[in-house]
């Protein structure tokens, strides 16, 4: 028990210290951009970084209206777009619905739940090998493009990643997901 409790505090400072490199990492593009450090912008960064759920616009507004009550939804929006357009975060759309945020800007994958929409991210391949998962990246990226290029000549593959759908352990224990039109 006494060694589960120090692997967990381990664990648990180890996450931190990620968090907290993401978050000046992402202060640190933010500045390199050319964009005004003003109190939203840190507050939504700092939000952004340390939330793993790939949260939406909306998410994000509801999170901090409490410790910023006169910030506007639209002010959200735009600082994620900029931080998007920066290369600090990608705005993804796996799901129907709001657009969700990824501070994640490593090649990696996604785990869609179909019934409550949760995404979580997925690493390529085990940590520590980040030589190999950049080697393995650009190798399917290539092979890709190779494909593509049969279908639609003249598209330039940017990045490939993977969508795992399927039943978060939330979900699970209940009813099969409600079918989509469409779905066979």
């Known amino acids: 028990m006494q060694r589960s409790k120090a692997h967990s505090a381990s664990e648990s400072a180890s ?3 990620l968090q907290s490199a993401l978050i000046d990492r992402m202060l640190a593009g933010v500045r390199a951009a050319g964009l ?8 939504i960064v700092r939000e952004l970084a340390v939330d793993e759920s790939h949260p939406t616009a909306q998410e994000l507004f509801e999170r901090l209206l409490p410790s910023m009550p006169t910030m506007s ?3 959200v929006y735009n600082t994620l777009d900029a931080l998007s357009s920066a290369g600090l975060c990608a705005a ?3 799901s129907p619905g709001s657009g969700r945020f990824d501070p994640n800007m ?11 929409g949760s995404v979580r991210d997925l690493p390529g391949v085990p940590a520590g090998h980040a030589a190999r998962r950049a080697d393995d990246h650009e190798s399917s990226r290539r092979a890709v493009a190779k494909q ?8 330039e593959v940017r990045t490939v990643e993977r969508i795992l759908r399927g039943l978060c352990a939330d979900c699970a224990g209940g009813a ?3 079918r989509r039109e469409g779905q066979h």
Do not use: I, M, W, Y
């Open 36 to 43: 005004k450090l003003t109190p939203q912008r840190l507050a």
């Open 106 to 116: 490593e090649p990696h994958h996604h785990l869609v739940c179909d019934r409550c």
């Open 15 to 17: 996450h931190s210290a």
């Open 176 to 178: 099969p997901p409600a």
């Open 73 to 75: 939804f639209a002010t």
């Open 148 to 155: 593509v290029a049969k279908v639609s000549p003249g598209f």
């Open 92 to 94: 993804l759309a796996l």
